[in-house]
């Protein structure tokens, strides 16, 4: 709103001033379309088998809790091994494994943290482990896609789709000589459907917390060495 102030004050003056009798006042000329630059290419990224960098990785969940808020958790310890190819997303591949034990909450009351792994929710006693291994990937746009998987959690597995986008990368850098990619990624599934029913709402109400799970993903990955990176500097002789 600001900027087209000036505007609007220069032509109530224009407005104001005197013009000739005999001389009809001309409209301004439409301004020429502006071009839309174009964006740059993508880095020519190499295929090949990429690992997670935990250091710039996150794994956050949201459930509603009685209708007034998201609850948001998330977990601290899981991997994740990606096999990439930037012009050919059909062949590339994502494994990840969770740790449930993990499970890191907002200032849980005393004992929440033991409740919400224990028998009645995770039981990552007797599941120790959260997966997720790709099937399918498929592009829905020039940085966007999904990739469907099978998701094994309380000791259930069942296809849970990712919307995906890739937020770019490169092929090396001096201070970093490997591949580097990342990416954004939501998805959702149902904690039923998992076996995982204990607190749902009954129907027509929000009285307990959501059967649906949102996932949110931030990740690096960690790719293929820079073919002209420096070499390791040669060990001293030994005296």
């Not at 459930?63 to 808020?69: A, C, E, I, K, Y």
């Amino acid at each position: 709103m600001k900027s087209i102030l000036p505007v609007v004050a220069l032509l109530a003056l224009a407005a104001c001033s005197p013009q000739p009798a005999d001389k009809k006042t001309e409209a301004p000329a439409a301004a020429a379309p502006t071009a839309t630059a174009p964006k740059p290419p993508k880095a020519d990224i190499p295929a090949g088998d990429y690992t997670l960098d935990k250091h710039h990785a996150t794994l956050v969940f949201r459930v509603d809790h009685l209708g007034f808020s998201h609850y948001t958790a998330a977990f601290a310890d899981f991997d994740a091994k990606l096999h990439f190819d930037q012009n050919n997303a059909a062949a590339s591949t994502l494994e990840a494994t969770i740790n449930p034990k993990s499970l890191t909450l907002p200032a849980p009351p005393e004992g929440f943290l033991a409740e919400l792994t224990g028998p009645q929710w995770l039981n990552a006693t007797t599941y120790p482990a959260i997966t997720f291994k790709s099937t399918k990937v498929e592009t829905t746009g020039p940085d966007t896609g999904k990739v469907t998987g099978d998701l094994t959690l309380h000791g259930v597995t069942k296809p849970v789709t990712l919307d995906v986008t890739y937020n770019g990368g490169y092929a090396g850098h001096p201070m970093d000589p490997h591949a580097r990619v990342g990416f954004s990624a939501k998805g959702s599934f149902k904690r039923s459907d998992f076996g995982m029913a204990f607190g749902v709402p009954a129907p027509g109400t929000t009285m307990g917390v959501g059967d649906e799970v949102q996932v949110t993903i931030e990740a690096e990955f960690s790719g293929p060495a820079l073919a002209t990176a420096p070499a390791a500097p040669a060990e001293p002789p030994k005296s």
